[in-house]
């Protein structure tokens, strides 16, 4: 069964960074990608960034794009999500998911399990 649990979340100050961790247990598929979305009251659950497993391909999202980093450990099987500069519009509940291609995006329909999210809070 595959699983994913996010940790890493918190409160921080705007300007500040926070590193998040996407564990995953259970995969045994050679190809896939893992996101990181985010989705804040009353919005809509936004891609922000997606690494490949099979090139290490990177995807942002225009919003985070130079703040964040996404990358990944193979040897813990865990994906980060390093997020500097941060501001208070990045507060959200931030969830991780995979999917089973390396072609996905960062649309949610593209993902076939997700994992419990973690909160971000970004004080001005």
């Known amino acids: 069964e595959v699983q994913l649990v996010e940790s890493g979340g918190g409160l921080v100050q705007a300007g500040g960074s926070l590193r998040l961790s996407c564990a995953t247990s259970?995969?045994?598929?050679?190809?896939?990608?893992i996101g990181w979305f985010r989705q804040a009251p009353g919005k809509e659950r936004e891609g922000v960034s997606r690494i490949s497993s099979s090139d290490g391909s990177t995807y942002y999202a225009d919003s985070v794009k130079g703040r964040f980093t996404i990358s990944s450990d193979n040897a813990k099987n865990t994906v980060y999500l390093q997020m500097n500069s941060l501001k208070p519009e990045d507060t959200a509940v931030y969830y991780c998911a995979l999917a089973l291609t390396t072609l996905a995006t960062t649309y949610a329909d593209e993902y076939d399990y997700w994992g419990q999210g973690t909160q971000v809070t970004v004080s001005s």
């Open positions: 259970g995969v045994t598929f050679d190809n896939y990608a």
